[in-house]
């Protein structure tokens, strides 16, 4: 529990090991088999490639991607590999959460039980099942809350010179420079670890040494991984490059996603309505634990307030934050606070199990660091926390599965048909439909003699709209056409004599004959 040392022992090694365990094969038993669409197919390329993703580069999970990709090399393709990835990221998550909830609780049993409830909620079970960047935030996530609970025991066990916690708040801080290198929404943490900090070490700005480590640590890992940007669009250049990091503009802009700022929109407009979605996105996600969560909170507050401190404000801002932050598949958004509120839930039953073992039979702490109590009431309490979780197995399970997706590959196959699509084609694509088409050609080495052209490339050679580069390759090269905003295709159907092709998939695909009668020669 907080505030005793640490002491690795092999039932906490056996059940963090076997959450793993659970954790991989669930999420192996869901896996894509392949290629996908939007961004997984990008990270299924980047990766392999050591290329750039799209902001904020990510190049966390690019660097350990492209070597998870040499490693796994005889396993597959690119893309399964990649896949394969998150499920391993899914898998240290669940481990990494059965060591927090132990420390928390002291109670093995609801740790295992805990580490496998977060492994099985259908928001990280889906990510562990493709390539997303998210899987690895959530692992090093609770990597940063193992560390920081950590340092908060060393450092009131310490009696004598403080080196093992210092050398924990550390390591904290060079995982939380790899955790921005990997996504921005590490960020958010900052107010509560702010404050557990100084609750933990309130004089700690006159350890002034200890603080310089700190910060050099966070640097120096952050500065590491960001390297890869310039160097892999300049000096080492990759074969798919989101803008131009190479550059100090292009950089700042990967970095700082400049071109999703906006997406935050009326962040203090409509609470109610956003907190009643809240709630049943937590019920979607936690079953009946999800009323227990507010409870758990609060024993957590009374029983554990530097934990509360740590993990209260980053739970608030993340959700707020996520509803108010209109950009794609937001639900993702949610993996940490749904890691936190299991922490408290875990702590609200450990709490109550104390309280049923103070009142029938005082207990003791066992060799292990455990409760000695009444082993069944420990297990009882697990299996009570994972009850909703296997009651609600097979339709979280038909919800993730993943592994008869083979859309993409259809897709790439139809729309790679010189036959329909011609040779040396133009396609003016749209993001999620360019992804799997750069896979093809530059992981599969498929069709090397298409152009694709989506609005990033527009920008980024300075090709003009969507009709400039229509006019600049019609009657030269055959151009296809893939988008979604019906406006767009409407202005295109005033302009143009479009074809619809018989290519299956989400997007209609259309080739362009020629100009209407009444548009530009």
């Known amino acids: 529990m907080l505030g005793e040392p640490r002491t690795v022992n092999v039932r906490l090694v056996a059940a963090a090991a076997g959450a793993a365990a659970v954790a991989f094969v669930a999420a ?34 690019v660097i350990l991607g ?16 990649m896949n394969v990835f998150n499920a391993a990221c899914l898998a240290v998550s669940a481990g990494l959460a059965v060591v927090l909830v132990r420390w928390l609780t002291g109670r093995t049993w609801l740790a295992l039980a805990t580490g496998i409830v977060l492994a099985l909620t259908p928001i990280a079970w889906s990510i562990g099942t493709h390539a997303d960047v998210h899987g690895l935030h959530l692992t090093l996530s609770v990597l940063l809350l193992v560390l920081l609970v950590d340092w908060d025991a060393q450092e009131r066990a310490a009696d004598g ?4 916690a210092d050398r924990r708040i550390v390591a904290a801080a060079a995982v939380f420079g790899l955790a921005l290198g990997n996504h921005n929404l590490v960020l958010l943490a900052v107010p509560g670890i702010a404050l557990f900090v100084f609750a933990v070490a309130p004089r700690i700005l006159r350890r002034r040494r200890l603080v310089v480590t700190c910060l050099a640590a966070l640097l120096v890992s952050l500065v590491v991984v960001e390297l890869e940007l310039p160097l892999r669009a300049g000096l080492l250049p990759a074969p798919l490059v989101y803008g131009h990091p190479q550059t100090w503009d292009g950089f700042w802009s990967i970095v700082l996603a400049q071109q ?9 407009s409509d609470l109610a309505t956003k907190a009643a979605t809240l ?11 999800a009323g227990l969560v507010p409870f758990g909170f609060i024993a957590t507050a009374l029983s554990r307030p530097r934990y509360a401190l740590l993990t209260g404000p980053t739970f608030a801002i993340t959700c707020w934050f996520a509803a108010s932050y209109d950009n794609a598949d937001i639900g993702r958004y949610y993996l940490v606070p749904g890691l936190i509120a299991l922490t408290w839930v875990a702590i609200l039953v450990g709490v109550l199990v104390d309280a049923l073992e103070r009142t029938f039979l005082p207990g003791r702490l066992d060799r292990h660091g455990d409760r000695k109590g009444l082993p069944i009431v420990g297990f009882l309490a ?14 979280r399970y038909a919800l993730v599965d993943e592994r008869g997706d083979h859309a993409a590959e259809d897709w790439l196959d139809r729309i790679l048909d010189e036959r329909l699509t011609g040779p040396n084609a133009v396609i003016v694509s749209w993001w999620s439909y360019s992804t799997p088409l750069w896979y093809a050609q530059h992981i599969e080495g498929r069709r090397p003699d298409i152009r694709v052209i989506d609005d990033r490339t527009r920008i980024d050679e300075h090709l003009g709209e ?7 390759n019609l009657g030269r090269r055959p151009v296809i056409v893939i988008q979604v905003d019906p406006k767009v295709l409407a202005g ?27 548009g530009p020669r």
Not at 466 to 472: K, M
């Open 279 to 289: 709630v049943q996105l937590a019920w979607d996600q936690l079953g009946p634990l």
């Open 28 to 61: 192996l038993a869901a896996l894509l088999p392949g290629v996908a669409f939007w961004d997984t197919a990008e990270l299924q390329t980047v990766g392999p490639l050591l290329g750039t993703a799209h902001p904020t580069g990510y190049p966390t999970w």
């Open 161 to 164: 010179p403080r080196s093992g």
């Open 382 to 395: 697990a299996a009570i926390v994972l009850a909703p979780t296997l009651a609600a197995l097979p339709s």
């Open 492 to 518: 295109l159907a005033e302009r143009y004599q479009l074809s619809l092709l018989p290519i299956a998939g989400p997007q209609p695909v259309y080739r362009v004959d020629a100009f209407l009668a009444d």
């Open 466 to 472: 969507i009709a400039d580069v229509i006019d600049a």
């Open 66 to 81: 492209w070597l998870v990709s040499v490693v796994l090399q005889p396993f597959g393709e690119p893309a399964f590999r």
């Open 260 to 268: 999703f700022q906006g997406s935050l929109i009326a962040p203090f």
